[in-house]
């Protein structure tokens, strides 16, 4: 059983930044891949990016690309979202999911969830 808990969630203003982690419980992180996604209010939860075990390679969903960069620490069992130019439509519960099949993508493939932080962008 792993155990995934996020932090870095918040309010920031349009255009701001934020950075989010994603810490998980166990020592076999690396043979994990990790991802994150996203919940707004009344919408279905949607693919943010993922970054797979072994090579570290990057996805992410195309709308996202050059503003989200997801990065991860195998050392210290963490996966990070780093946000820029943040605007009022990314304001959602972000989640992170781990994988040990590196070619997870949609959300039924992850088997690990976690509880998921808030990030609210004001206009």
């Known amino acids: 059983q792993v155990q995934l808990v996020e932090s870095g969630g918040g309010l920031v203003q349009t255009g701001g930044s934020l950075r989010l982690s994603c810490a998980a419980s166990?020592?076999?992180?690396?043979?994990?891949?990790m991802a994150w996604f996203r919940q707004a209010p009344g919408k279905e939860r949607e693919f943010v990016g993922r970054i797979t075990k072994f090579t570290g390679a990057t996805y992410y969903a195309d709308s996202l690309k050059g503003r989200f960069t997801i990065s991860r620490d195998n050392a210290k069992n963490t996966v990070f979202l780093q946000m820029n130019y943040l605007k009022p439509e990314d304001t959602a519960v972000y989640y992170c999911a781990a994988s040990r099949w590196a070619g997870a993508w949609t959300a039924p493939a992850f088997d690990y969830w976690g509880q998921g932080t808030q990030v609210t962008v004001s206009s």
């Open positions: 166990t020592g076999a992180f690396s043979l994990y891949t």
